[in-house]
């Protein structure tokens, strides 16, 4: 797993930031969430964080053939970044889609953001066994190269904003090249600063549309009614995002998920960065996809959450 505790060097320069007004209440039960977002037919967007290019694009392109075969079990530097992965897959688990139509294509699955060159998909085989079809509709954030810590000035709004714009254009024109036969969802899924552009396009809508234009599924206007973001940094250099819980209006949620022992997330520089790991293990058995299908806690294949350092 990635070292993240030195996002906790932003501390000194962010310390003084103004957090902004959260404009959503509180709303609806996550019980009824799942359902209502998600449906047959609909499109899942995955939106990885910092390293993503070294995690998952360049061993995924080393494989042979033009779309690969990308086993979890077998690339453990695939297995330390596919928390967008489950928690995709989770999300369709508890909306009622069998795994049948998650591996037939029944709700399609596109990743965006890891600087892929090379290929436009691959099949990416689960924690527990499901075949996935994945396609890329590439784009590279402003941090999948390198680490959290040769990254610190990255952390930006300036950054999180080009990344949401290119986020938006490229699921546009996704959408636009793969038209629909009836009207679909399109969900976000997310984690670390890839939850941050996820929650910031979110968040931010009409300034991003400005920018991008209409996120447009043919004739209409996309419906995107569930973001998920996992160890979401608390905030970034001129941004702050309002923090773990269920919040937006009917038809546009933002669930963010945040683990009590995220180092990431709670800017600790005691943390364990397994903490930062959404996927949760217990010895080599998968339990899921905390904060959607389990509120367990392991670190390290352990149980219980990571202790902090001293």
């Not at 902004?20 to 047959?40: F, K, M, R």
């Not at 392109?61 to 453990?76: I, R």
């Amino acid at each position: 797993m990635r070292s993240c505790l030195a996002l906790a060097c932003l501390l000194a320069v962010v310390a003084c930031a103004e957090p902004e007004a959260n404009p959503y209440p509180e709303t609806d039960s996550l019980a009824a969430v799942w359902g209502a977002a998600i449906h047959p037919g609909d499109v899942f967007v995955l939106v990885p964080g910092t390293g993503a290019t070294g995690y998952l694009a360049t061993p995924i392109e080393a494989l042979a053939g033009d779309h690969p075969l990308v086993d979890v079990h077998a690339l453990p530097s695939v297995a330390s970044d596919a928390i967008v992965f489950e928690q995709a897959i989770g999300a369709a688990h508890l909306a009622g889609i069998s795994d049948d139509e998650i591996q037939s294509g029944g709700v399609t699955f596109t990743l965006w953001g890891c600087g892929f060159q090379r290929l436009t998909g691959f099949d990416y085989v689960s924690f527990e066994g499901l075949r996935v079809p994945i396609q890329i509709t590439g784009g590279q954030n402003a941090v999948a190269n390198g680490t959290i810590f040769g990254n610190l000035l990255n952390y930006s709004k300036a950054s999180v904003t080009a990344d949401a714009i290119d986020l938006a254009q490229r699921t546009q024109t996704w959408l636009a090249a793969n038209p629909a036969t009836a009207p679909r969802n399109v969900i976000f899924a997310s984690h670390s600063y890839g939850g941050a552009v996820a929650e910031y396009l979110a968040y931010e809508r009409p300034a991003i549309t400005t920018a991008a234009g209409p996120l447009m599924d043919g004739p209409v206007v996309a419906s995107t009614p569930l973001t998920i973001g996992a160890g979401v940094p608390g905030f970034l250099l001129g941004y702050t995002f309002p923090g773990p819980g269920l919040r937006g209006r009917a038809q546009n949620w933002i669930y963010e998920i945040d683990r009590p022992d995220d180092p990431v997330h709670a800017m600790n520089p005691s943390g364990n960065s397994d903490g930062h790991n959404y996927d949760i293990m217990l010895g080599a058995d998968f339990i899921g996809a905390y904060g959607v299908t389990t509120e367990e806690l392991t670190c390290k294949g352990t149980p219980g959450p990571c202790a902090a350092r001293h």
